[in-house]
């Protein structure tokens, strides 16, 4: 999707959002050096992007490298600051598609668990002094050993539905840091976002399916 104010994009599996480095917010033309990120394929696409003035290409949230799915991306200062705020106060409803190894005992679940990163330790986890985190499941498919859900996180931390599965022991499958079981990828994609439009205030829902590589491990650990 896109329009004067912003774009809708498919992020692939295995592609970052941008560099770790952080000369490319300064210098956005840096990301053409370095490898393949959402923010070289927007630059190349979209290059107009590089005159307009907004920080960091218009991104306004992000995903990590191994999930697939849709990212909004603004285009213009004012639609950045309007869909940044809606994230930061929890006003963009998220669905994700996730394959976890076990079927949960309900039907629907809530997992409420702080996450957060104790003191010499590399890998954030549920642990009581972190910050709140809520996530909502639905059961959409069972299988013996697996179930595909629908999943909506309520708050936004690193890593979140991946450490709250970890932590009811339905880790996501092809998660290798959080215990999930082998596939050909990360069984967990961003399949839809409703939020209100930044220029026009109007509720907008945008999805993407998941892509054929996801569809075809499910039915793969299915059988």
Same mark, same amino acid.
């Given at each position: 999707?896109?329009?004067?104010?912003?774009?809708?994009?498919?992020?692939?599996?295995?592609?970052?959002?941008?560099?770790?480095?952080?000369?490319?917010?300064?210098?956005? +033309?840096?990301?053409?050096? &370095?490898? $393949?990120?959402?923010?070289?394929?927007?630059?190349?696409? =979209?290059? @107009? *992007?590089?005159? !307009?003035?907004?920080?960091?290409?218009?991104?306004?949230?992000?995903?990590?490298?191994?999930?697939?799915?849709?990212?909004?991306?603004?285009?213009?200062?004012?639609?950045?600051?309007?869909?940044?705020?809606?994230?930061?106060?929890?006003?963009?409803?998220?669905?994700?598609?996730?394959?976890?190894?076990?079927?949960?005992?309900?039907?629907?679940?809530?997992?409420?668990?702080?996450?957060?990163?104790?003191?010499?330790?590399?890998?954030?986890?549920?642990? +009581?002094?972190?910050?709140? &985190?809520? $996530?909502?499941?639905?059961?959409?498919?069972?299988?013996? =050993?697996? @179930? *595909?859900?629908? !999943?909506?996180?309520?708050?936004?931390?690193?890593?979140?539905?991946?450490?709250?599965?970890?932590?009811?022991?339905?880790?996501?499958?092809?998660?290798?840091?959080?215990?999930?079981?082998?596939?050909?990828?990360?069984?967990?994609?961003?399949?839809?976002?409703?939020?209100?439009?930044?220029?026009?205030?109007?509720?907008?829902?945008?999805?993407?399916?998941?892509?054929?590589?996801?569809?075809?491990?499910?039915?793969?650990?299915?059988?």
């Amino acid at each position: 999707y896109e329009d004067k104010d912003m774009l809708a994009i498919s992020k692939p599996a295995g592609v970052t959002v941008h560099p770790n480095d952080s000369n490319w917010m300064r210098r956005p +033309e840096a990301c053409l050096m &370095a490898e $393949t990120t959402v923010v070289s394929m927007l630059l190349k696409a =979209r290059p @107009a *992007l590089i005159n !307009i003035g907004i920080e960091r290409l218009g991104l306004v949230h992000r995903l990590d490298r191994d999930t697939s799915g849709i990212m909004l991306v603004a285009k213009t200062k004012e639609a950045q600051i309007n869909l940044q705020r809606q994230f930061r106060e929890r006003e963009v409803d998220k669905t994700y598609l996730g394959v976890v190894g076990g079927v949960p005992a309900k039907k629907t679940g809530s997992i409420d668990a702080p996450i957060g990163r104790a003191s010499g330790f590399k890998k954030i986890k549920v642990w +009581e002094y972190g910050r709140d &985190a809520l $996530t909502e499941f639905r059961i959409v498919e069972k299988a013996k =050993r697996h @179930a *595909l859900l629908e !999943i909506y996180p309520k708050t936004g931390r690193t890593n979140q539905i991946r450490i709250h599965f970890e932590f009811i022991k339905h880790p996501i499958a092809g998660d290798k840091l959080y215990g999930g079981e082998p596939a050909s990828r990360l069984l967990l994609h961003s399949y839809k976002l409703i939020f209100a439009h930044p220029a026009t205030d109007k509720k907008t829902s945008l999805s993407v399916k998941p892509p054929e590589e996801f569809m075809n491990e499910w039915a793969r650990l299915k059988s």
